[in-house]
């Protein structure tokens, strides 16, 4: 049996597909990722040894070697991980959507419909954490609204979806920066550091929102995620198979759009993580279709990646992950445009 071509299950009523290469990859990235947290947790201002944190997780560390673990570095570690799942979801489902690996989120304006909640709430209202973050998820939702609504014409089309969402997140970025002058100093600061994208001061209250988020929907996408497929040949192609697209459509926009509210009302408009994490799974699990768990595996590892690699790497200057994240995705970005472009040139 290949590798890719999958082994086929069934469970009482329920049929799908299992690839052997596939689950292998997510294995080794939940592996890569376990190891990425436990040296996020061993290393910092205040290092532990492995047998400090082991002891810690037990419960028979010191009271400052409990701080730093459990109210620290595991919170920030967990934020990471579930919410570059939630991205990589994302991502993979507008991905196979529009059929384009530029269709993610951060590309055609949910992420900055969300940023565009948030400062309004903190500059104009003058609201709290909560309020900030429920602005988040609105304008997330209204940026979705208006990009599906705009692009729909007897259907939404893939490339349709993408333009207009493109100049939707140009208008919504300029409304930001308008906003922004027209703040004060302290509120300015304080929207600009949220916009930048960032897991510090994070803590166990902005992991549950997204915990459920994701435990809610992601078995939703998965069900969702084997019409996916089906899609990406046309509506002519998946109406006569028996799928009823639009419906089916507008069901995986939702699921997209809010993982993707939360996870920016939680962290801040992290970018590229939405738009790499499900074509480099694709890559790794060799597969022509949806990946939605290895793209999942790969945003959270990419997101701990970044987090790590920007706290340790800099030292006391330590970079906001969001700035990690924009400067290896804005050079993965120009490679897929370049190979998109020589592949267009074939």
């Avoid at 459509?249 to 993580?273: D, E, K, N, Q, Y």
Wanted: hydrophobic residues 55%.
């Amino acid at each position: 049996m290949s590798l890719v071509t999958g082994i086929p299950l069934r469970v009482g009523g329920l049929s799908t597909r299992a690839h052997p290469r596939a689950i292998i990859v997510v294995i080794a990235l939940l592996v890569a990722t376990l190891g990425l947290a436990v040296l996020g947790m061993l290393t910092g201002d205040f290092p532990l040894n492995l047998t400090q944190l082991l002891n810690t997780l037990n419960g028979a560390g010191t009271g400052g070697q409990k701080y730093i673990v459990f109210d620290l570095r595991l919170p920030r570690v967990t934020i990471a991980v579930i919410v570059g799942a939630a991205l990589g979801i994302s991502g993979a489902i507008f991905q196979s959507l529009s059929r384009n690996p530029l269709g993610s989120p951060d590309i055609i304006g949910f992420s900055t419909g969300s940023a565009t909640g948030a400062i309004l709430v903190l500059i104009v209202f003058g609201g709290g954490i909560t309020e900030i973050a429920l602005g988040s998820i609105a304008g997330g939702i209204v940026a979705a609204i208006i990009v599906y609504g705009l692009a729909y014409r007897a259907g939404v089309q893939g490339y349709r979806l993408i333009l207009i969402g493109i100049g939707v997140t140009a208008v919504l970025g300029s409304l930001n920066t308008y906003i922004l002058t027209r703040a004060g100093l302290r509120q300015a600061q304080s929207a600009q550091v949220w916009l930048v994208g960032s897991l510090n001061g994070r803590g166990w209250s902005e992991v549950l929102p997204v915990a459920i988020a994701l435990a809610l929907l992601l078995p939703a996408a998965l069900v969702l995620g084997r019409r996916l497929g089906l899609l990406e040949m046309g509506d002519e192609t998946a109406t006569m198979l028996g799928i009823r697209t639009e419906p089916t459509r507008l069901a995986l926009v939702v699921i997209s759009v809010a993982l993707t509210a939360v996870a920016t009302a939680c962290a801040g408009p992290i970018a590229f993580v939405a738009l790499a994490a499900p074509q480099l799974a694709r890559r790794l699990a060799g597969s022509a279709g949806v990946a939605i768990l290895p793209a999942a595996a790969m945003g959270g590892a990419l997101l701990l990646a970044g987090d790590v690699l920007s706290q340790r790497v800099f030292g006391q200057n330590a970079l906001p992950v969001g700035v990690a994240t924009a400067a290896l995705g804005g050079l993965y970005l120009a490679w897929l445009l370049a190979s998109e472009w020589r592949s267009g040139r074939r």
